[in-house]
């Protein structure tokens, strides 16, 4: 099997205890490649190298539109790898190769943009009220970023981390998940090749406790960006408060997919299985709480059982695969015993519902009707393809179920009315709504959540401002001195 060090100081490297663990193929369920277990030695080690580069040498010293041109050769060195990256990440987390194709071709245009906005970063001159001073701001880099990701789409995720991190000027120290650790080890391949100096990309392999953990609270890390699931983000977030640390956190959804009876139900067909079934159902934006209006209910569930009969579940490296496998052994135990919790909370079971008979972690695509908004199926992150149908009568009743859930990353709306559109889009309380779409991102564009589904944003030009910090410079042009115990 081929092992895979990890990447510190701008080499790769064993773990200081010269640990190692397995990373399965969810297709075949089988161990395909070992990574280095690292620890907190291994942590402290890539922290220390990451604050040296920050402080000193090459990266320090650069201008920010060198900066911004190393992020767009790495883009050009992405672009020109993405076949071969995407491949390492169906190997190791299973989802489409169709899918992590297209996000590995989506990539390079993170570092386009973000390399781009590098040297467009300014401050600001303040016309005071006040005479005889100067007063300006500076826009500087926080330092050394933790960045710690989740398993469903590896790469991208941490583009959407690292892109903003590197053009602010900052550091970065990333912890992959333990279950697709490859493909940022990869990465860091085509780091060493764009020139990037040592220290400024560091990746530590390993689990949660071992590395994640010592990762937040080292004193040196100045930021921590994460995403993942709800009950880590707590605890990151409580940790990074003790110690007065930066902290974003994309989490988990509960998104609703709304259709009212005015809506093109043959497109709402195609969001509602591409908000579900799409990637096994494993994405935080995942559309799975499908909200129908009671006019159009019945109809629009036989097309949508139609439709979704005929997902083809099989090698996600075939092109002709529509469904793949879930990504951990975890994972797929959680999916089927969330499946267990709905039949016993009475909900109708349409579709699906068991493992599908083959190798490796497959999970029927599945869905549930006469769900109730109170039910644990209603209001708990699954992770998988099982999609909960609700019924509703009035806008006042999709708006109330939507908002009931603790979650508020996605939403869906599918109406031909323009004004239902706005007047929902203003209601839902989400950091995305989609109107007539469904899962749609781009690098310019805002993503995160509301209430439970995390803090702050990334994505757009805003992204940056969360690896700076604003510095207010008065300089006296002649102001006079005056009474020294009064405020100037
Ligand atoms: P997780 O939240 O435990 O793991 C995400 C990352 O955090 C991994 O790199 C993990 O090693 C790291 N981590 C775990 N404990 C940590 C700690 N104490 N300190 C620092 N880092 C730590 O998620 P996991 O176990 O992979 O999946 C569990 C559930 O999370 C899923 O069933 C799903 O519901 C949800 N999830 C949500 C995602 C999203 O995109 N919002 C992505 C992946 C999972
Ligand atoms: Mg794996």
Redesign the pocket.
């Known amino acids: 099997m081929k092992q895979y060090p990890m990447f510190i100081d701008g080499a790769f490297d064993n773990a200081a205890d010269g640990r190692w663990f397995e990373t399965h193929n969810p297709y075949t369920g089988q161990p395909w490649a070992e990574v280095a277990r690292g620890g907190t030695a291994d942590v402290d080690r890539a922290v220390r190298a990451a604050d040296r580069a920050f402080r000193s040498g090459p990266w320090a010293e650069m201008t920010a539109t060198q900066r911004g041109a190393l992020l767009r050769k790495l883009g050009d060195l992405i672009a020109e790898n993405a076949d071969r990256l995407a491949e390492f990440e169906v190997q190791d987390n299973g989802k489409l190769l169709a899918e992590m194709g297209a996000q590995l071709k989506y990539l390079p245009q993170w570092f386009y943009y973000f390399g781009g906005l590098a040297d467009k970063v300014e401050g600001a001159v303040i016309p005071l009220d006040k005479k005889g001073y100067f007063n300006y701001t500076r826009k500087e880099p926080l330092g050394v970023v933790a960045a710690?990701?989740?398993?469903?789409?590896p790469l991208m995720?941490l583009a959407w981390k690292i892109a903003p991190a590197l053009a602010a000027g900052c550091t970065v120290v990333v912890?992959?998940?333990?279950?697709t650790s490859v493909s940022a080890l990869e990465l860091a391949v085509l780091f060493q090749d764009a020139g990037f100096p040592p220290g400024v990309f560091n990746v530590v392999t390993?689990?949660?406790?071992e590395?994640?953990?010592p990762?937040?609270t080292h004193p040196l890390v100045k930021k921590v960006t994460?995403?993942?699931?709800?009950?880590?983000?707590r605890?990151?977030n409580q940790?990074c408060a003790a110690q007065f640390k930066h902290v974003s956190l994309?989490?988990?959804?509960k998104s609703p997919n709304i259709v009212f009876e005015d809506a093109n139900l043959d497109d709402a067909v195609n969001g509602a299985v591409s908000g579900i079934f799409a990637a096994s159902g494993?994405?935080?934006i995942a559309g799975s709480r499908l909200l129908l209006q009671e006019d159009i209910h019945d109809a629009f569930v036989e097309k949508l059982l139609a439709l979704a009969k005929t997902a083809k579940l099989g090698n996600p490296m075939e092109a002709t695969t529509q469904v793949g496998p879930i990504t951990?052994a975890?994972?797929y135990e959680?999916v089927l015993s969330y499946i267990e919790i709905a039949k016993a909370e009475g909900a109708t079971l349409l579709l699906g519902g068991k493992p599908a008979s083959r190798s490796g972690w497959f999970v029927e695509p599945t869905i549930f009707s006469d769900v109730e908004p109170k039910m644990r199926i209603a209001q708990e992150?699954?992770?998988?393809p099982v999609l909960s149908i609700l019924k509703f009568r009035t806008e006042d009743d999709a708006v109330a179920i939507a908002n009931d859930s603790c979650y508020g990353?996605g939403a869906g709306v599918w109406t031909r009315d323009i004004g239902r559109a706005f007047r929902m889009s203003e209601r839902i309380q989400a950091g995305t709504v989609w109107v007539n779409t469904y899962r749609a991102v781009s690098f310019m564009s805002p993503f995160g959540g509301y209430k439970d589904?995390?803090l702050g944003r990334e994505n757009g030009l805003s992204a940056i401002e969360s690896y700076l910090q604003t510095k207010s410079v008065w300089v006296n042009t002649g102001a006079p001195t005056g009474n020294p115990f009064t405020i100037r």
Do not use: M, R
């Open positions: 710690i990701t989740p398993w469903n789409s995720l912890k992959p998940s333990e279950f390993g689990f949660g406790g590395v994640g953990s990762l937040v994460f995403t993942g699931s709800d009950a880590t983000g605890v990151i940790q994309e989490l988990g959804g494993q994405t935080c951990t975890a994972q959680k992150e699954v992770f998988g990353l589904s995390g």
